[in-house]
Each structure stands twice: as structure tokens, then as C-alpha cells.
């Protein structure tokens, strides 16, 4: 293999013999740089240290601990195989800029993906480099922006965007440079085609929408919708991380999509969370193919190979080729699942969350705004338990941690009062969605007090969530603590 040989022995004695001096990492240190005495490490024995890292973890939460249905993050199982291949040694001892006849398996991995994902939402060519759903939101803004350029319209500058979007979509937009325009939606929770057609104009670039939307409910006018933009002259733009729902059932392409982005973390499966690790992938339609981000990979006879020949493209959007690991599992998570698993994924994600949203709604404690059917997702309103017994969303989200399990994502759609939106994924039995509903039950009929002041049970109680991201502590001094 081609990798690491920098730290071959032969070639460290090698260095040692030619430089006649010892090669350490102080000698190559200039000599303000090096310590004068020896760093004050405290000491303490194995066993003490071993314990206080398993306590760590053991406080800790995942999808391994439980159930995990924090809506719109889809925290669904991802099968240990994909870890352990992405772990190997011919992936993880690579280096990105050798030479590109060395990285042909990696290379082969990511073209076949990008086909792959071709094939799953109808689009015709795909980026894998950005790294997180949000930029590939601002990638596709670019190209948004490229586009129009090309075609010498330079006086669109307005992204629309409904209420119901992930705050991401107004963020990238505004960080693209737009003006963002939202418009409300209708009293079924979609998008209200009479307002869409009131902001449209010569200055729109885009329409970005999430279609099923965040309340989970698919927007059954999209072709019309569609029709409207491209009228218009804008583009329309998918943000994906709602994939969960229609795998194998309906394909963004096929809606009127030109722009399109997958968070692969959510839907094909990386343990995702604070932040990473994760990969967004950008699809589009062929006549925006030449905006898409360089180096892409093409295959010329039986080699892969990279093309850097796009004058037009937006550049690069990340450093190498992506993130790698997250690219590798979702291609295995793919391979495992076949075309028909991912359809049934789609199709029992979809059952679980009504099943859940049925029992939940049935009972009266929570309320269910805007259109019954959901797909993998729904929100419900704690506006009733609000008014008669001052409990709020939040509360329930924290007495929830009293009975071990994760609370839902809370307070979004911004557009939901006291919002609880559960993304059970396909991944839990019916034992466990059936004790998650019972506990919800359960804590809307405590004792008020007791769900005011929970959680009770946890290492620590409410925290001050807005002073820990304000001022958050990200130093530890040594000295203090000894
Ligand atoms: C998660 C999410 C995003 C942002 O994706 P990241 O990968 O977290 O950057 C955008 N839109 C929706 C609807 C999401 O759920």
C-alpha cells in the first residue's frame, strides 16, 4: 500500500543515520517552542481512570441505549457492519492527494454512490462534498446563483422559503447572499399556492421546500408548485432530510426538482449528533450539471479518475472529496438494503409514526394540528395540557428523561404551539413505540409539580441551556483541579 510510509522504520533510521542527531519531536521544534520542565500531569491509577471513562459513557445516550425519536434527525439504527468497513485500513490510511491510480476501490465507491443516489431521488448528476446537509443547502444555493448568472439574469435575489422550514434554509440562503422571503402556510400545514404566487416574481432565484415538510405531511400540490416556479423562471429546490419517508416510492426528480440534497447521516445511516459526523450530497438536473463543485469522478474505460475540467463550476466546497467515512456507510447501507429494503424502510418508518400519532391523538391529552395523515413524522401540540395544567412541551421533554428515555425534538415547526414532533424511524419494534406512548400518557396525567420540576432522576437537573451555549466552558484549567 501506498500510505504512511513516512513512518516506516528503515526510513526513520534512515533520517537518524543521514542527520546524525536523534530524530525526536524536540529536536524538530524550534527551542521557544520546547518545554523547560516536565508537564504537571496528575497521577492516578488505571483503575480510577478506567471507571471514570466507562461512568462517562454510561451517562451518556444513544441510539444503542434506547429509543431515540427526535424529529427531523431520523436517529434510526445503523448497522455495525457499516462502522467496521469504514474503519479499514485501506480506507482510513489514504491520503487524500495521492495518486489517483492508487485510490481506485474509494474512487469506484464514490461514483457508484452518487449512480446510486441518482437512482433513488430521479436527479441526474450528484456532488458527494459537502459535508453536512446545511452546506449542501448553501452548495446548492451557488449553483442557484451560477445558474442564473450564466443565463445573464442578475437581478434575482429573493429565496422563498414556507414557515415550516428548517432554520438552516433561511440561514443558507442569507449566507448565499439572498434576501429570504417566508410565506405562511395554509390551515392544512402545506403551502399556500396563492401566497406562493403573490412573492413570485422576476427577483425570485429559488423556491426551497422540504417535501413531506417538517410537520410530516407530504405536499400533495408539488407538481403544481413545480409549475409556478419554473414559470416564474426560478429554480426549485428539495432539502431531503425528510428522504426517511418515500424512499422507493417517489422520487424528488419526478416531483419537478432541480436542485436536491440528501443528508446522509439521517437517512442512510451514520451515528449523527452535536454537530457531525454527517455528508450532504448535492443532486441536480443535467442542465446544471457544469455548476457542480470540482474535482468530480468520472470513469474513462475502467479507471476512475478525477476531472477538473468544469470552468463553470461554483469550485470547491470542501476540502478533498467529502467526508469519506459517512460516504462509505451509506454505501454500504444501500448495498445491504437493496432497492426493496430501502422501499420497506420507508414504508414501516411511515406506519410507525402513524401508529404513534393515532394513539396519542385518540387519547385527547395532546392535540393534533393541521392534516391527520403524517408520513414518517408528526407533531402534536401540548397547548391543552398548557392551559389546564401549566405543562409545557418542555416539561414533558424533561420528565421524559425520568423514565430513561429521549425526549422528542420540541418547539419546531416554529408554527406548532408547544410542538413535540416524534420521528419514531423504522428501526423500533412495537413493544417499544407502545411504552413510549404509555409514558407520554402517563406524564400528561402526573402530578403538575412533579413534571414542573423534572427531570429528578438525571446527574444533573435543568440546566442553563442558553448560558451553556452563550458562555460555554471549553477549557479545563489543570492547576485548579489538582
Ligand atoms: C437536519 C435538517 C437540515 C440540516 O441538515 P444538517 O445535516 O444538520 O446540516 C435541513 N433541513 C431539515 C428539514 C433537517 O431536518
Redesign the pocket.
Known sequence: MYHSAIWDEPLLSELQDTKKEKFTTKSILPKSLQRNSPVDIPTIDETLVMRHFMRLSQMNYGIESGIYPLG??TMKYNPKICEEICRWEQFTMLHPYQDETTIQGTLQIIYELERMLCEITGMDQFTLQPA??????FTGLLITRAYHEHRKDFNRDEVILPDTA?G??PASAAMAGYKVIEIPSTKEGTVDLEMLKKVLSEKTACFML?NPN?LGIFESDITEIARLVHEAGALLYY?G??MNAIMGKARPGDMGFDIVHI?L??TFSTPHGGGGP?A?PVGVKQKLERFLPVPRVVKKQHQFCFNYDYPESIGKIKATYGNISVIIKAYIYILLMGGNGLKETSEVAVLNANYMKKKLVDSSLYQLPYRELRKHEFVISCEQLLSTKGIRALDVAKRLLDYGLHPPTVYFPLIVKEALMIEPTESESKKTLDEYIETLLKIAQEDPALVKDAPHNTTVQRIDEIGAVKNPILTWKLADKL
Do not use: I
Open positions: 427531523s434527525c453536512a446537509g446545511a452546506q449542501g443547502e428548517h438552516t434554509n422540504t417538517t432539502d432530510a425528510n443528508n447521516h439521517k454527517g450532504g
